[in-house]
């Protein structure tokens, strides 16, 4: 009899494992497959988790999934620059249909990848393409743009017409965009309302591209530095440096203002003074791009996001109604050209 129930457990628990096989979502061990759509991201220098840029761009992988247009999703996150090549090579060589590549840094790796894996579609994230190459989308966004109206923002809500801006390197355009921008929308808020406004832009270039978005320490003491001299809203636009500094900036009941997503919903240790953030539209951008190699849509060459700015969430009752307006004109006159931030595309 206990010989019995033995046989009968043992055929049960086959049965639950065939079962299981049976059901089991693609892995990374199928990308070889054809019919298995497979997507891989690889980070510029930082985590997934930066709550900023990173973190954008593998949300929007990840978007592609539960659309269910990719089968299996993964993230290599990049510790040195010099393994750029190495973390692609890891997709290309298992399969993978396409390989997002996050930041301006991994430009000339990925173009040279593409040469490697013909068959790989490679989406590059804020690596604008001077010169079209096969295999390669460029997915650019005007940071001059959302730089230019949380600039115009912070002026006009400064009561000490002083405010910071804390950034990466500006040996990264899209960073230098983002400064410059803020920048000027601050001087075009000033000549609307003839006020004038200190505007302190520090950036982070006196270090290499493994620090200058990972040093939330440095952030946090810039960012204090400036409201020693008298800012009352500081900008962060740097990854984790730039998180350091609006954190720094919200603990000390300053307006911090986050970038590329809605940091109110990702940094909740500043959320509750966080007036708004220049928005990239990287996660839609993204998971577009992966839905259109599949649908093969997608074309090589350069590719342009939207950008905009996020809503005034617990600060919304701060935010004058006039400032409100002012800031969808300001909008809808970028979006339609009719103002314009003078920013050039890279640093002169």
Not at 206 to 216: A, E, I, L, Q, S
Not at 300 to 309: E, I, P, Q, S, W
Request: net charge negative; charged share 20%; aromatic share 8%.
């Amino acid at each position: 009899m206990k010989k019995l129930y033995f046989v009968m457990a043992l055929l049960i628990v086959a049965s639950m494992i065939l079962s299981a096989c049976g059901a089991s979502a693609p892995t990374a061990a199928d990308c070889t497959k054809e019919e298995v759509f497979c997507v891989g991201l690889v980070t510029d220098v930082g985590k997934i988790n930066d709550k900023s840029f990173n973190q954008s761009a593998w949300e929007g992988v990840q978007k592609s999934n539960a659309d269910g247009v990719a089968d299996v999703v993964q993230f290599i996150e990049t510790a040195d620059a010099k393994d750029y090549a190495k973390n692609i090579a890891q997709f290309g060589d298992a399969g993978y249909d396409v390989i997002v590549t996050v930041g301006f840094g991994l430009g000339e790796a990925t173009d040279a990848a593409a040469a490697t894996y013909p068959n790989v579609r490679f989406i590059g994230v804020d690596q604008f393409q001077a010169e079209t190459v096969a295999g390669v989308s460029g997915l650019n966004f005007p940071e001059d743009n959302a730089g230019f109206l949380v600039g115009a923002l912070a002026a006009m809500m400064s009561k000490s017409n002083k405010i910071g801006a804390v950034c990466g390197t500006d040996v990264v355009p899209p960073v230098w965009r983002f400064g410059e921008g803020y920048k000027a929308g601050a001087a075009y808020a000033d000549g609307m309302n003839g006020t004038t406004t200190e505007v302190f832009v520090v950036y982070h270039s006196d270090v290499g591209f493994d620090k200058t978005f990972t040093d939330p320490e440095w952030g946090a003491q810039t960012a204090k530095s400036m409201m020693d001299q008298g800012a009352d809203a500081i900008f962060g636009c740097g990854g984790l440096t730039g998180n350091g500094a609006i954190t720094a900036a919200a603990q000390a009941g300053a307006y911090a203002i986050g970038v590329d997503t809605d940091q109110y919903l990702t940094l909740p240790e500043a959320a509750p003074r966080m007036l708004s953030s220049a928005m990239k539209l990287i996660t839609p951008g993204v998971a577009d791009l992966i839905k259109a190699t599949k649908d093969g849509s997608i074309a090589d060459g350069n590719v342009f996001g939207a950008a905009g700015y996020a809503p005034f969430h617990d600060l919304d009752g701060e935010v004058p109604a006039e400032v409100k307006a002012t800031m969808e004109e300001i909008k809808a006159g970028l979006l339609d050209g009719s103002i314009t931030t003078g920013v050039p595309p890279v640093k002169p």
